[in-house]
């Protein structure tokens, strides 16, 4: 798998990598060792970045990858992972985010991932106010400091707080929800991230599944996945869910998408394939519930790049049939 530098933190990693929510829960049901499989595939397949969160199953994730890099010191050199922090604050206040929660948090990731520094820790969607808070920044170059973080990122919602992120001279790297239905970073913030020499981890790259064209109006997600709870952002920010596209809306799209893919691919990797073409995207980040769909995602890169008309025919389906239905700042 061709390699990029991810940005700021200097680090070699593979452009198709891992999320890793689903391993810790809100997908439905994962057992321990399918987690541990669905690793060993991307990790065998050419995988070389993960990306979790201390809230993902309350550590559950970290937890899996820990003990599958302890299992496999071959390949634990070459893994870069990156965690988030922040959501276990209550109620996710901007006050929240001092040295003190940073060394709290940090701590505890360090031990369910059974490292002395974190590779990569990003804040985990915070309150708006935070990206421009200097304090925060001060407390984050301290972490690295100290020696708990290699690096430092942040995990946003909008453009306009990649954009306060960006221009922070220690920000290693913006994770951003990115796919073929949610296109708005590109105008600015890739651009910006060039610039600046900051890393971009593209995420929710599958719009939760529905650019892998396998669900329909009737589908039923299990109760405790966020496709079902989080539908209108009851939970958190309904941008996570389905990237902010009503469910039907996608679906429809979905298939004007399915039609559109060429022979040999399935429709998520001409998905993540878009992604991976846009200049100063670092690495994307699709989950994968089972070993099959890691080793399918990791694919994507062996297939060449899509041609200009299909890459114009996959914006005109967002302009004619997701762009009228979407948010402003998505």
Avoid at 218 to 230: L, V
Wanted: proline fraction near 5%.
């Amino acid at each position: 798998m061709q390699t990029r530098v991810l940005g700021r933190t200097g680090r070699e990693v593979g452009v198709v990598g891992l999320g890793c929510w689903q391993l810790g829960g809100d997908w439905g049901v994962v057992a321990d060792d399918t987690a541990l499989s669905v690793l060993e595939a991307a990790v065998d397949a050419g995988v070389t970045f993960l990306d979790t969160a201390d809230v993902y199953g309350d550590g559950r994730s970290e937890r899996a990858i820990g003990q599958f890099l302890a299992s496999r010191p071959d390949v634990a050199e070459r893994v870069t992972v990156a965690t988030k922090m922040g959501r276990r604050a209550d109620p996710h206040e901007p006050a929240a985010y001092t040295y003190e929660n940073f060394c709290r948090w940090t701590d505890r990731s360090r031990q369910n991932l059974r490292t002395d520094t974190l590779d990569l820790v990003q804040l985990h969607c915070p309150p708006t106010p935070v990206f421009r808070t200097e304090a925060v920044y001060d407390a984050l170059d301290r972490i690295v400091e100290d020696g708990r973080a290699a690096a430092y990122g942040v995990s946003v919602e909008t453009v306009d707080e990649a954009l306060a992120a960006i221009e922070r001279p220690h920000v290693a790297s913006v994770q951003i929800i990115l796919n073929v239905f949610r296109r708005k970073p590109l105008e600015q913030v890739l651009p910006a991230a060039v610039e600046a020499g900051i890393g971009i981890i593209a995420r929710v790259p599958l719009a939760s599944g529905l650019l892998t064209g396998r669900y329909d109006e009737s589908t039923q997600f299990a109760a405790d996945d966020h496709r079902t709870y989080n539908r209108n952002g009851e939970a958190f920010d309904v941008g996570e869910t389905f990237a902010g596209v009503p469910y039907e809306v996608g679906v429809a799209a979905a298939r004007e998408v399915a039609a559109i893919t060429p022979s040999g691919m399935t429709t998520a990797q001409l998905a993540l394939k878009w992604i991976t073409q846009q200049p100063g995207v670092s690495v994307v980040i699709p989950g994968a519930r089972t070993p099959g769909q890691a080793q399918a995602n990791a694919a994507t890169d062996a297939f060449p790049d899509l041609d200009d008309s299909t890459m114009a025919a996959l914006e005109r389906v967002y302009d004619d049939s997701v762009r009228p239905h979407v948010h402003d700042r998505w």
